[in-house]
C-alpha cells in the first residue's frame, strides 16, 4: 500500500495564494495544521483552527524568527520512516508526532533582488529554515507530501478528495522533484546575486537555473523536444513578451525573434525608427529612417526573397503605415514595444501572424551571460554588448572617410555584429544593401555580398549594383586582400574593419590602391 493518509500538517509560506482555500479543505478533513508566524496569522482570521509552531515543540520563536522550525521535534516529524522500528521508536521515546504534509515556499529573495533593494534586505530575505524544511519533506517523500507551489494545491486536494485523505506514492515523487528543484533554484539565484555583487563574473562554481513557461511543440527540428525556462532576469524580450495573436511560438521562432529584437534593440528610438529582418537568425535586412514604413521599405529592399517568412523587430511601437506595408508578405512573427489600434487593424486579418508586444526596450549595455552547452561542459562569456564610436575610429589609409560614410560603417559594423562569422555587410544611407553570412572564408562572404546587393538592385528595376558607392564592414580581420578587392570590384568606396591582421599592410595597401577609405576599430564581432 503506497497511499499515505494526511493527518497532521506544517503551514509555512510566504506567498499566500489560495492558502485560505487550501486550508480550510485540510481542516475540514480533521487534518491538524501546524504554522508559524504570519502563516498562523492568517489562518486564525480566516477561522481556521491551526497550533503555533512553538506551542508544538516547545521552544518560543527567536532571533526575529531566524529560528522556528529548526528543531528535532518539527524535523523529526518529517524525516521519520514509518516501517522502521527504531525511528517509531524515537519518536515515541521523544515525543515526537508524524508530520505528513508540508506545505512552505520561501522568502521572496529573487523578487528582492529584482526591486533593487539593498543588500541587507536581500540576505534578510535569504531562507534558511524553508529550504531545510523542504528537503527533509522531499527526502521522506515515501510518507510524506510536500507542496511548494500553490499551483499544486488543487491536485492535493482532489487526490485527497478521492483517496480517503491519502496521496499516491507517484504524486508525493512528483512533488518532492519539484521541490528539490525549488530548492536547487533558490541557492542558485543567491549564489548568482553573490557573484555578482563581488563583482565575481565566473565564480568556481556556477548554478543556473530557470522556471518552465512552456513546453513547445518540437525544437530545431520536429524530432527534437523542447520547452522554455525562464531564468528570472526582467529584460525585455520574446521570452517575457505578450503575444497578442497567432499561432504558438516555435523554438525557431524563440531563437529567430530574439536575435531580431536583439539587433533592432541597438538603435536608439530618440535617433531613428530602426527595422531587423531575420532569417534563420541572420540579418536578411536592416535599416534606420525617419519612421517605420521608410525603415521596412529599406531592410525589405535588401533582400526581398529571404525575407519572406522572416521574423521582423521594430525598435518602435509599430504604427498602421508600417503595418500596411508589413501586410503584404507573409511573415512569421512580429516583436516590438507595442503596437498601435491602427496596427492591430491591420494584421489582426492575417490570424496565423504572431505579434509579440514587449512593453520595452531592453536597456543598452546590459551585460549578461551567453551560455552554451557542449560535450560535459558549459560554455559562458559575458554577451557581445560592445559599440563602437567614432572617436574609436582609426584611418588607415590615405583617404579619409566622409562623414555620411562614417555613419553609414558604423551602422554596418553594428549590423556585422549580429550576422553570422564570416560576416560582411554592404551599407548605403543606413540601410543594409547586401549581406554575406556564416560561410566559411572571408572572401566568399564578401562575394555573396555584393552578389546579393547586385540581386536587390535588379530586383528594384536598377541595373546598377547596389553595392557600388556603399560602405562595407567585416566582423573580423580580412586575412588577405582578397575579400577587401571583391567589395573593391562590386563599387564600395569605404570599409571598416576590426584590423590585427598579420598582413594587414598588404590590405591597406590594396585599400589605397583603389582609392578606398579604411577605418579599423580594433573590436571584432565574431558571432558563431
Known amino acids: 500500500m503506497t497511499d499515505r493518509p494526511i493527518r497532521r500538517a506544517l503551514i509555512s509560506v510566504s506567498d499566500k495564494r489560495g492558502l485560505e482555500a487550501f486550508a480550510r479543505f485540510l481542516s475540514a478533513r480533521g487534518v491538524e495544521i501546524l504554522s508559524t508566524g504570519g502563516s498562523a496569522e492568517a489562518l486564525r482570521k480566516a477561522g481556521i483552527a491551526v497550533t503555533e509552531v512553538s506551542a508544538h515543540t516547545g521552544f518560543p520563536e527567536i532571533m526575529d524568527g531566524r529560528v522556528k522550525t529548526l528543531h528535532p521535534k518539527i524535523h523529526g516529524g518529517l524525516l521519520s520512516r514509518r516501517d522502521l522500528p527504531a525511528h517509531v521508536e524515537a519518536q515515541k521515546m521523544h515525543g515526537i508526532p508524524d508530520i505528513d504534509l508540508l506545505v512552505s515556499n520561501l522568502y521572496p529573495f529573487e523578487a528582492t533582488v529584482a526591486a533593487g533593494k539593498p543588500w541587507a534586505d536581500c540576505v534578510e530575505n535569504i531562507d534558511i529554515g524553508g529550504p531545510a524544511l523542504i528537503r527533509a519533506a522531499a527526502k521522506n517523500h515515501d510518507f510524506v507530501t510536500v507542496v511548494v507551489d500553490p499551483g499544486d494545491y488543487q491536485a492535493v486536494t482532489d487526490e485527497m478528495t478521492a483517496r480517503n485523505g491519502a496521496t499516491t506514492l507517484e504524486t508525493r515523487r512528483r512533488l518532492a522533484r519539484a521541490a528539490y528543484a525549488r530548492t536547487a533554484a533558490y541557492d542558485a539565484a543567491i549564489a548568482r546575486w553573490m557573484a555578482r555583487e563581488a563583482g565575481e563574473t565566473f565564480p568556481p562554481r556556477i548554478a543556473f537555473a530557470g522556471t518552465r513557461s512552456q513546453t513547445l511543440r518540437y525544437g530545431e527540428n520536429p524530432h527534437q523536444e523542447a520547452a522554455v525556462y525562464l531564468t528570472g532576469e526582467q529584460r525585455p524580450g520574446i521570452a517575457l513578451g505578450k503575444q497578442l495573436q497567432g499561432k504558438e511560438l516555435s523554438y525557431n521562432n524563440f531563437n529567430d525573434a530574439d536575435a531580431a529584437f536583439a539587433l533592432a534593440a541597438e538603435f536608439d528610438p530618440k535617433q531613428g525608427a530602426a527595422i531587423a529582418i531575420i532569417k534563420h537568425a541572420n540579418p536578411c535586412g536592416v535599416a534606420v529612417a525617419g519612421d517605420l514604413a521608410t525603415a521596412y521599405a529599406g531592410a525589405l529592399a535588401c533582400d526581398p526573397v529571404?525575407?519572406?517568412?522572416?521574423?521582423?523587430?521594430?525598435?518602435?511601437?509599430?504604427?498602421?503605415?508600417?503595418?500596411?506595408?508589413?501586410?503584404?508578405?507573409?511573415?512569421?512573427?512580429?516583436?516590438?514595444?507595442?503596437?498601435?489600434?491602427?496596427?492591430?487593424?491591420?494584421?489582426?486579418?492575417?490570424?496565423?501572424?504572431?505579434?509579440?508586444?514587449?512593453?520595452?526596450?531592453?536597456?543598452?549595455?546590459?551585460?549578461?551571460?551567453?551560455?552554451?552547452?557542449?560535450?560535459?561542459?558549459?560554455?559562458?562569456?559575458?554577451?557581445?554588448?560592445?559599440?563602437?564610436?567614432?572617436?574609436?575610429?582609426?584611418?588607415?589609409?590615405?583617404?579619409?572617410?566622409?562623414?555620411?560614410?562614417?555613419?553609414?560603417?558604423?551602422?554596418?559594423?553594428?549590423?556585422?555584429?549580429?550576422?553570422?562569422?564570416?560576416?560582411?555587410?554592404?551599407?548605403?544611407?543606413?540601410?543594409?544593401?547586401?549581406?554575406?553570412?556564416?560561410?566559411?572564408?572571408?572572401?566568399?562572404?564578401?562575394?555573396?555580398?555584393?552578389?546579393?546587393?547586385?540581386?536587390?538592385?535588379?530586383?528594384?528595376?536598377?541595373?546598377?549594383?547596389?553595392?557600388?558607392?556603399?560602405?562595407?564592414?567585416?566582423?573580423?580581420?580580412?586575412?588577405?586582400?582578397?575579400?577587401?578587392?571583391?567589395?573593391?570590384?562590386?563599387?564600395?568606396?569605404?570599409?571598416?574593419?576590426?584590423?590585427?591582421?598579420?598582413?594587414?599592410?598588404?590590405?591597406?595597401?590594396?585599400?589605397?590602391?583603389?582609392?578606398?577609405?579604411?577605418?579599423?576599430?580594433?573590436?571584432r564581432h565574431f558571432r558563431h
Open 306 to 523: 529571404s525575407a519572406f517568412g522572416g521574423i521582423i523587430a521594430a525598435n518602435r511601437v509599430l504604427d498602421g503605415a508600417v503595418a500596411e506595408e508589413i501586410a503584404r508578405i507573409f511573415s512569421e512573427v512580429i516583436i516590438a514595444p507595442g503596437f498601435s489600434k491602427e496596427a492591430l487593424a491591420v494584421l489582426g486579418a492575417k490570424k496565423n501572424l504572431r505579434l509579440v508586444e514587449t512593453g520595452a526596450m531592453p536597456s543598452q549595455g546590459a551585460n549578461g551571460l551567453s551560455v552554451r552547452s557542449i560535450a560535459g561542459a558549459l560554455l559562458v562569456q559575458t554577451e557581445d554588448t560592445a559599440v563602437t564610436t567614432e572617436a574609436e575610429l582609426k584611418v588607415v589609409t590615405r583617404r579619409t572617410p566622409t562623414k555620411a560614410e562614417i555613419e553609414d560603417m558604423l551602422f554596418a559594423f553594428t549590423v556585422a555584429k549580429h550576422a553570422k562569422s564570416n560576416a560582411i555587410v554592404y551599407v548605403r544611407d543606413r540601410a543594409t544593401v547586401g549581406i554575406g553570412a556564416g560561410q566559411m572564408s572571408r572572401v566568399d562572404s564578401s562575394r555573396i555580398a555584393a552578389w546579393k546587393a547586385a540581386e536587390a538592385a535588379k530586383a528594384a528595376g536598377d541595373r546598377q549594383s547596389w553595392a557600388k558607392d556603399a560602405v562595407v564592414a567585416s566582423d573580423a580581420f580580412f586575412p588577405f586582400a582578397d575579400g577587401l578587392l571583391a567589395a573593391a570590384e562590386a563599387g564600395a568606396t569605404a570599409v571598416i574593419q576590426p584590423g590585427g591582421s598579420m598582413r594587414d599592410d598588404e590590405v591597406i595597401e590594396a585599400a589605397n590602391a583603389r582609392g578606398l577609405a579604411m577605418v579599423f576599430t580594433g573590436k
